[in-house]
Structure formats: structure tokens, C-alpha cells
């Protein structure tokens, strides 16, 4: 009788310590990857697009429209497993009055001659490209900055600006990312 009861007894320990391990996985496993069941969610509630400056655009899965700390800026996020590089996000901002182009021509130059300053100035690393992007509305004329190490792409910026548009993007993080920005730039209506 007393072996009986002891069994059970053991029998109770090993299922509450199971319980208080898997409740503890669960748990890490949840912190973990928290990112990705709130893109889900997000994606089931509001859709595969986001409005950013009065414009729609197409977010990618893994992609979803963050809270920015101002009234006009817009911030879209990546949901990214490491922690150990930045995270990737697109910035919309507000542009300075009077620094937005009226034309085409006039926007490609002004681009053209900033990415020419920054690789006669660079620093060591870092070079700058010119990336043309085509919207429904208008054309997006970007600089690209890729910081290489050891002839390795590390880090991804690129700026983009479009004629008489009172906005200006700004997408930062791992190159691997990068082109899923410029889809959501291009996808702009």
C-alpha cells in the first residue's frame, strides 16, 4: 500500500515538474518569436496593406506598420529572428520645406550630386549607388549605402526622394532585407 502511494506521489512530481517545463518553453519560445505572432495578427486584422502619407502601400509578410514617436513620421518593421544586427524598418519622414524638387530632372541631379559627394567624402567602407524605383505616382530616385567588411555587405541604407513629394524614405538593416523595401517603395499608390 505505502509502494502504491509512493508511485503516485512519484507519479505527481514528474507530471508537475513536465508541466512547469513546458509552461517554461512555451514561454521562451514565445519571447522569442513574439515579432512573428504579432505580423500574423496584424496581417489578419488589417490586411497586406498599410497607408503611409496619404498613400497604400503593399507590406510583405513579416512586414508591419510600427508606432512612430511623432505625428508624421511613419515607421514600417521587419520581424527578424536575430538580435544581434539592427533590425530592419523603413522610415517615412517629412521633408524640410523647400528642399523638395518641382521635377523629375531636377531631383535626379540633386541625387546624382549628393551620392558624388558622399564617395569623393566616404568613409572607408562604405560606397553609395544610385537606385531608380518606379511607383503608380512618381519615381523614387534613392542613394544606396552598403558598408562592406572584408568584401562582405554588412549594412543597408537607402534614401529615397521623388519630386513635389513632402516625404522622404529611409530603409536601414541587413542587406538581405533590402529588396523586400524596395518592393514595398515601388508598390507605393
Known amino acids: 500500500m505505502l509502494n502504491k502511494i ?35 495578427t496584424s ?10 502619407a496619404g498613400y497604400r502601400v503593399r507590406l510583405p509578410y513579416l512586414w508591419w506598420k510600427g508606432d512612430s514617436q511623432t505625428r508624421d513620421k511613419y515607421l514600417l518593421l521587419r520581424a527578424c529572428p536575430s538580435n544581434t544586427f539592427s533590425r530592419p524598418e523603413l522610415e517615412v519622414n517629412p521633408s524640410i520645406p523647400g528642399d523638395v524638387m518641382d521635377t523629375d530632372q531636377e531631383e535626379l541631379k540633386s541625387t546624382q550630386a549628393m551620392i558624388s559627394g558622399l564617395n569623393y567624402n566616404g568613409i572607408e567602407g ?24 572584408f568584401g562582405t555587405k554588412v549594412f543597408s541604407n537607402l534614401t529615397c526622394f521623388a519630386a513635389k513629394l513632402p516625404y522622404w524614405f529611409n530603409y536601414s538593416g541587413p542587406p538581405a532585407y533590402e529588396k523586400e523595401a524596395e518592393s514595398i517603395l515601388s508598390s507605393l499608390e
Not at 512519484?10 to 522569442?32: Q, Y
Not at 496581417?43 to 503611409?52: L, S
Open 43 to 52: 496581417h489578419c486584422m488589417h490586411g497586406d496593406f498599410a497607408e503611409i
Open 6 to 40: 509512493a508511485r503516485q506521489s512519484n507519479r505527481r512530481k514528474l507530471f508537475f515538474t513536465s508541466m512547469v517545463a513546458f509552461v517554461l518553453l512555451i514561454g521562451i519560445l514565445c519571447v522569442k518569436y513574439y515579432r512573428y505572432a504579432y505580423i500574423v
Open 126 to 149: 562604405w560606397s553609395h549607388s544610385l537606385v531608380t524605383l518606379t511607383s503608380r505616382p512618381f519615381t523614387l530616385y534613392c542613394i544606396r549605402g552598403d558598408e562592406t567588411i
